[in-house]
């Protein structure tokens, strides 16, 4: 059974630090990997899908990379912003099924 | 194109009453997931369909729950009786498909389930 942990469950950065959100994964059989933003009382919005074969993916002030052999992503977020805070979800798609393995979250405060 | 609509956004009631959600799914998209969060969880899958047919409902507790998908499109997650650990967001999400590109899932807001 896959399992996803996502370390530290909170954080709080000072606008302008760039963000560092760890993923780990049991189960190297994946898919892809996908990262979420989830802000209160709202859906997830996708952030970035990366590939089994990628290493990484780049949207604007996001990057993700993914080391599948070590079962571990890294959400980088530069020059954080106050817009920035929610919580980021990472999840995993397995092979076979592509059910997706989803992690607790971590909740993200940029103070002003 | 319109997103994933859910509705209602909001529900409160008494344990042992019954409840339903409703979801709407991106045109054209023939996968449709429910899933449960509990505040402080990630999304935990209860029922996936592929047209109008279950895929998966392994962690759907069926004494309670019930989902259908008549014809292929919108979608209603039912909860009769209600118990007070039901309580969670619940989320619909559909995609293209399941394989391949096509997989990659859209969530909607969300219906947020208070059971007192």
């Known amino acids: 059974k896959q399992e996803v942990t996502q370390i530290p469950a909170a954080l709080s950065v000072p606008e302008g630090e760039n963000l560092v959100l760890n993923c780990s994964f049991t189960d190297s059989a994946i898919y892809n990997l996908q990262w979420f933003r989830q802000d209160p009382g709202k859906g997830l919005t996708s952030l970035l899908l990366i590939q089994s074969s990628q290493r990484e993916q780049t949207s604007g002030r996001l990057n993700a990379s993914l080391d599948k052999s070590s079962g571990r992503s890294t959400l980088y977020i530069a020059a954080s912003q106050p817009g920035d805070s929610a919580t980021y979800l990472c999840?995993?798609?397995?092979?076979?099924?592509?059910?997706?393995?989803f992690g607790a979250g971590t909740t993200v405060t940029v103070r002003a | 194109e319109a997103g994933v609509a859910q509705s209602p956004r909001y529900k409160i009631i008494e344990k042992r009453q019954s409840v339903a959600f409703w979801c709407n799914p991106i045109?054209?998209?023939?996968?449709l997931y429910w899933y449960q969060q509990i505040l402080g969880q990630g999304p935990k899958l209860l029922i996936q369909f592929q047209n109008n047919g279950v895929v998966d409902d392994s962690q759907l507790p069926k004494d309670r729950f019930s989902a259908e998908r008549l014809k292929g499109v919108d979608s209603t997650l039912k909860i009769q009786p209600a118990k007070l650990e039901d309580s969670a967001v619940y989320l619909c999400?559909?995609?293209?498909?399941?394989?391949?590109?096509?997989?990659?899932?859209?969530f909607g807001p969300g219906t947020r389930l208070t059971v007192l």
């Open positions: 999840a995993v798609r397995r092979r076979g099924d592509y059910k997706l393995s």
């Open positions: 999400a559909s995609s293209l498909g399941l394989a391949g590109l096509y997989n990659e899932q859209f």
């Open positions: 045109s054209g998209h023939a996968t």
